[in-house]
């Protein structure tokens, strides 16, 4: 995977609501099996734009992400395994 | 006979399938089940233009033929022709979210491999529209080389158009069903991308309002007080809406059993009528009112796209026990009634936290054992007034409420770490665009519903009404003898009583827990009959039933009554509807 300290990185789950990145890779190994086929099927991809929408009223958990055209709801603990690189604008 | 043709409506969850699916065949459905698993399969009839009919059958949404549900599997299955009492479909109808297409094709590619004759429907293009998205079936028929329709399902849009090419589909002569060629998920995910901005014309950002109203509901402030909001409205709804209905019911039923009483000779026949058989019928349709209202209720969340934000705003708390924020919805509706509860549970796709669900949603305070609970507290615990406006009756009343929920909440936790250990992805959720479910779709649904009540909870409360009945008038008491103590229930009672006696109950309360297997609230009535029908005086019969029991039990003999009402086995429907919901799998 990707080299863990790089400043411009960071995982979805510690992303800005309202700051876009593009998916840099997905650690497929944390995730169980279901979990992982849900995130594929969601559209999760390298290179794919993704942007945290609204968080969870407690604990900040889980967190609505604009995928693609889509809004779907994942917990914290799966957006971990998300890398991302936030774009400029 | 050949069976009719068989045509699957597939699609992903929030394309506007099930909406698709009853603009094309009307009322005209039926709801059953796949052998074996607890995915509800709905059908319905198409008359073609030459008269023919075709059988319709609305899959499961589905996301890929890779399952990770239970419904999507089911899904795969049926187009692969390996579900069991289910034929291979001979043609298809792909339903796309107009505004989604990057990702509905990829699952619409998947489908097309299969080599079954297929019409994709670009459903919701209105919604597409509304957020600056310009398509071009035309470029989409090329690219995917099928026939391409434009509908909006909800408004009854483009279905004659989707009709006259299911029409023309299935005059044309067919060639072969090829295997399940099964290329790369992110493959397909990509290539769904180059077609899917083929067939975009123009994208103009505009701020969708779906977003704004979800900065709203899904504020972490405000969101949680409109949820609130929306939950008391409903209960107030439940319980408000239904009165009347109910007494008009109530009518119903006394003026049914005046009529059968004048025309039947007093006897055992008569008694079977009035009070087994149309006290049975009369039983079932008391639930009728509150149930529909909920359903109604339940059906308008999941149609607008609110339900998956309320399962948003409480995961967190949900999770805590082991649970998801899906389970917060049936969970509540179980406040009213367990049964329509648990049937709302089909949402939840991770198995483990939905039989969790089902498991405890009849320990949350059901309406029915409201009227249980309202007599003994008037007759036993004094009103007192603690402070300001708040009294000792209303507070244990409370209390009683929070130890069902007490005690869901622990038996969770319990389940979650013992026999139902793990799996809890239970929320990976999309969250779709709001949108207004046309009436005459949630009319459907409440129909439909209201059949299943019906059938399962509906003959299983009349069945033991009347078993009952005949368990407690048979044999007939002689004159001089106490009739709850001579029939076959007080004899059952007695032993019963041997059993329960060291918790505090006496004979009454062993014979009230019989009929109150039923339904709850029947323990009221039952505890009235044994003292009227025992009692000779006239006054006494007057005398009210609270003051009787007050003489009648000790204080202990009655708060024991109360916590077995609150932690007691399910009654008989609840039973039945989890056994149906689960396949009876314990």
């Given at each position: 995977?990707?080299?863990?300290?790089?400043?411009?990185?960071?995982?979805?789950?510690?992303l800005?609501?309202?700051?876009?990145?593009?998916?840099?890779?997905?650690?497929?190994?944390?995730?169980?099996?279901?979990?992982?086929?849900?995130?594929?099927?969601?559209?999760?991809?390298?290179?794919?734009?993704?942007?945290p929408?609204?968080?969870?009223?407690?604990?900040?958990?889980?967190i609505?992400?604009?995928?693609?055209?889509?809004?779907?709801?994942?917990?914290?603990?799966?957006?971990?395994?998300?890398?991302?690189?936030?774009?400029?604008? | 006979?050949?069976?009719?043709?068989?045509?699957?409506?597939?699609?992903?969850?929030?394309?506007?399938?099930?909406?698709?699916?009853?603009?094309?065949?009307?009322?005209?459905?039926?709801?059953?089940?796949?052998?074996?698993?607890?995915?509800?399969?709905?059908?319905?009839?198409?008359?073609?233009g030459?008269?023919?009919?075709?059988?319709?059958?609305?899959?499961?949404g589905?996301?890929?033929?890779?399952?990770?549900?239970?419904?999507?599997?089911?899904?795969?299955?049926?187009?692969l022709?390996?579900?069991?009492?289910?034929?291979?479909?001979?043609?298809?109808?792909?339903?796309?979210?107009?505004?989604?297409l990057?990702?509905?094709?990829?699952?619409?590619?998947?489908?097309?491999?299969?080599?079954?004759?297929?019409?994709?429907?670009?459903?919701?293009?209105?919604?597409?529209?509304?957020?600056?998205?310009?398509l071009d079936?035309?470029?989409?028929?090329?690219?995917?080389?099928?026939?391409?329709?434009?509908?909006?399902?909800?408004?009854?849009?483009?279905?004659?158009?989707?009709?006259?090419?299911?029409?023309?589909?299935?005059s044309?002569?067919?060639?072969?069903?090829?295997?399940?060629?099964?290329?790369?998920?992110?493959?397909?995910?990509?290539?769904?991308?180059?077609?899917?901005?083929?067939a975009?014309?123009?994208?103009?950002?505009?701020?969708?309002?779906t977003?704004?109203?979800?900065?709203?509901?899904?504020?972490?402030?405000?969101?949680?007080?409109i949820?609130?909001?929306?939950?008391?409205?409903?209960?107030?709804?439940?319980?408000?809406?239904?009165q009347?209905?109910?007494?008009?019911?109530?009518?119903?039923?006394a003026?049914?059993?005046?009529?059968?009483?004048?025309?039947?000779?007093?006897?055992?026949?008569?008694?079977?009528?009035v009070?087994?058989a149309?006290?049975?019928?009369?039983?079932?349709?008391?639930?009728?009112?509150?149930?529909?209202?909920?359903?109604?209720?339940?059906?308008?969340?999941?149609?607008?796209?609110?339900?998956?934000?309320?399962?948003?705003?409480?995961?967190?708390?949900?999770?805590?026990?082991?649970?998801?924020?899906?389970?917060?919805?049936?969970?509540?509706?179980s406040?009213?009634c367990?049964v329509?509860?648990?049937?709302?549970?089909?949402?939840?796709?991770?198995?483990?936290?939905?039989?969790?669900?089902?498991?405890?949603?009849?320990?949350?305070?059901?309406?029915?054992?409201?009227?249980?609970?309202?007599?003994?507290?008037?007759?036993?615990?004094?009103?007192?007034r603690?402070?300001?406006?708040?009294?000792?009756?209303?507070?244990?009343?409370?209390?009683?409420?929070?130890?069902?929920?007490?005690?869901?909440?622990?038996?969770?936790?319990?389940?979650?770490?013992?026999?139902?250990?793990?799996?809890?992805?239970?929320?990976?959720m999309?969250?779709?665009k709001?949108?207004?479910?046309?009436?005459?779709?949630?009319?459907?649904?409440?129909?439909?519903?209201?059949?299943?009540?019906?059938?399962?909870?509906?003959?299983?409360?009349?069945?033991?009404?009347?078993?009952?009945?005949?368990?407690?008038?048979?044999p007939?008491?002689?004159?001089?003898q106490?009739?709850?103590?001579?029939?076959?229930?007080?004899?059952?009672?007695?032993?019963?009583?041997t059993?329960?006696?060291?918790?505090?109950?006496?004979?009454?309360?062993?014979?009230?827990?019989?009929?109150?297997?039923?339904?709850?609230e029947?323990?009221?009535?039952?505890?009235?009959?044994?003292?009227a029908?025992?009692?000779?005086?006239?006054?006494?019969?007057?005398?009210?039933?609270a003051?009787?029991?007050?003489?009648?039990?000790?204080?202990?003999?009655a708060?024991?009554?109360?916590?077995?009402?609150?932690?007691?086995?399910?009654?008989?429907?609840?039973?039945?509807?989890?056994?149906?919901?689960?396949?009876?799998?314990?």
């Open positions: 995977m990707n080299a863990p300290f790089d400043p411009q990185t960071s995982s979805l789950d510690q800005k609501v309202g700051t876009r990145a593009r998916v840099l890779s997905i650690d497929w190994a944390a995730l169980d099996e279901a979990e992982a086929c849900r995130l594929k099927h969601f559209g999760f991809d390298e290179g794919v734009t993704v942007e929408l609204h968080l969870g009223p407690f604990g900040r958990d889980p609505a992400i604009r995928v693609g055209r889509m809004t779907v709801a994942i917990r914290r603990r799966q957006a971990s395994a998300i890398r991302v690189a936030p774009t400029s604008h | 006979m050949n069976p009719l043709p068989l045509v699957a409506v597939a699609g992903s969850p929030n394309a506007g399938k099930s909406a698709l699916f009853n603009a094309l065949t009307g009322a005209r459905q039926k709801v059953g089940n796949y052998p074996g698993v607890t995915v509800e399969r709905h059908s319905g009839r198409l008359l073609l030459d008269g023919r009919p075709v059988e319709l059958v609305d899959l499961p589905a996301y890929s033929l890779d399952p990770a549900s239970l419904d999507e599997a089911v899904t795969r299955d049926v187009l022709g390996k579900q069991k009492g289910e034929r291979q479909p001979d043609a298809l109808v792909i339903v796309l979210d107009a505004s989604n990057d990702n509905h094709l990829r699952f619409a590619l998947q489908l097309v491999e299969l080599g079954l004759p297929t019409i994709v429907a670009l459903n919701m293009v209105d919604l597409a529209r509304r957020d600056g998205l310009e079936p035309k470029a989409l028929e090329r690219e995917l080389g099928l026939p391409v329709v434009e509908t909006v399902a909800v408004r009854r849009r483009g279905i004659a158009d989707l009709h006259a090419a299911i029409d023309d589909m299935l044309a002569p067919r060639c072969g069903v090829h295997d399940h060629v099964k290329s790369d998920l992110l493959h397909l995910q990509r290539r769904a991308r180059e077609i899917a901005s083929a975009v014309v123009n994208e103009t950002p505009v701020r969708r309002w977003h704004r109203l979800d900065s709203l509901l899904l504020h972490p402030v405000v969101g949680p007080i949820l609130a909001l929306v939950m008391f409205v409903m209960f107030q709804a439940v319980f408000a809406w239904s009347t209905p109910v007494a008009w019911i109530a009518d119903a039923v003026w049914a059993s005046g009529i059968a009483s004048d025309l039947i000779p007093a006897g055992l026949v008569r008694s079977m009528v009070d087994g149309i006290a049975g019928v009369g039983a079932v349709i008391t639930f009728l009112p509150q149930i529909l209202i909920l359903f109604f209720f339940i059906l308008l969340l999941e149609g607008t796209g609110y339900m998956v934000r309320a399962a948003f705003l409480m995961d967190r708390l949900m999770h805590g026990v082991g649970l998801s924020g899906r389970a917060f919805i049936p969970l509540l509706s406040f009213a367990a329509p509860g648990i049937m709302a549970t089909r949402t939840i796709d991770n198995e483990k936290d939905r039989l969790t669900t089902i498991l405890i949603a009849p320990l949350m305070t059901c309406s029915a054992r409201l009227p249980v609970y309202t007599l003994l507290i008037s007759a036993f615990i004094p009103n007192t603690l402070m300001w406006g708040v009294g000792l009756q209303g507070v244990v009343m409370f209390g009683l409420y929070i130890c069902g929920i007490a005690g869901a909440l622990l038996a969770a936790f319990v389940l979650r770490r013992g026999v139902l250990k793990g799996g809890s992805s239970g929320f990976m999309e969250l779709p709001y949108q207004w479910p046309p009436l005459k779709d949630v009319a459907i649904g409440i129909l439909t519903r209201a059949q299943i009540f019906l059938k399962r909870a509906g003959t299983i409360i009349l069945g033991t009404t009347i078993v009952l009945w005949a368990l407690a008038s048979i007939q008491a002689a004159p001089g106490k009739q709850s103590e001579v029939s076959i229930a007080g004899h059952i009672a007695s032993g019963i009583e059993v329960v006696k060291p918790i505090g109950f006496n004979h009454d309360i062993a014979l009230a827990l019989l009929p109150a297997m039923a339904a709850r029947v323990a009221v009535s039952a505890i009235a009959t044994v003292y029908l025992d009692s000779s005086d006239e006054d006494a019969v007057e005398k009210s039933l003051e009787r029991l007050r003489h009648a039990w000790p204080l202990p003999t708060l024991a009554f109360l916590a077995w009402f609150v932690f007691a086995p399910q009654c008989v429907s609840t039973i039945a509807v989890t056994r149906r919901e689960t396949n009876g799998w314990k």
